[in-house]
Each structure stands twice: as structure tokens, then as C-alpha cells.
């Protein structure tokens, strides 16, 4: 999975554009943040086509980056975030974006990017 992270004007009807010209191209968001700082407006996606989004924002000429990312399933209980944290951390790895993809039968899915991919693969964690 990628992350793209945009830069967007920090006026109305921007992410609205960039919503509707993904949709477009029929590509489906899965996960999304967006902030706020000033003037500037901070989006970060995981879309299920990388490829095709990447032709989307270059046609728009938005300012964009790209970050691998990597999934990890929990199970839904107290502590079980913690100890993935814990798991990176003790390994040196330094946790740069985290998104909830979904929730449902007791499991969390997560997209972790995270300084060094390699480290954390996919699958399940605590």
C-alpha cells in the first residue's frame, strides 16, 4: 500500500475536488486525514489503485509524496495498540503515520507507515 501525502489550498471545495476526481477515475479511497495549518490544507490517503491516483494528482498538478505502508490486524482489546507500539519501538522503528482501515469481529486493521516497512511486513500482530 501507499500513502500519498497532499497539499492542498486551505479553501473550501478542495478536498471536494480531489474526492470527486479520484472518483472520476474509479478510484476508492480507503482511509483518509486531513488537517488544517493556516493557509495550507494536509491530506493523507491509502487509495486500493496507487497507480491510476498517481496520474490523477499529476493531471490535478498538486504537490504530493508517497510513503510505503504496511498493514497489521489486532485484535479489539485494551492494550493491544500499546503493545504494537511497544514491538516497534523496541526494534527501533518509529511509527510516522497510523490509520484504522477497518473494524469489525473483534479484529482492528491498521496501515502503519513507518520509517523502515521492511521491519514490520503484513499480517497480525498482538
Known sequence: MIEFSIDLPNRPGQLAQLARELDMAHINIRTLSAVTVGEQGFVRIVVDDADEARGVLDAMGVSYHERRIVSATLRDKPG????????????????????????????????????????VGNGTAA
Request: charged residues 20%; aromatic residues 8%.
Open 80 to 119: 493491544a495498540l500499546a503493545d504494537l507500539a511497544d514491538a516497534l519501538a523496541a526494534n527501533g522503528t518509529n511509527i510516522e503515520g497510523l490509520y484504522l482501515l477497518s473494524s469489525n469481529d473483534g479484529e482492528l486493521r491498521f496501515a502503519i507507515a513507518v520509517d523502515d516497512p521492511e521491519f
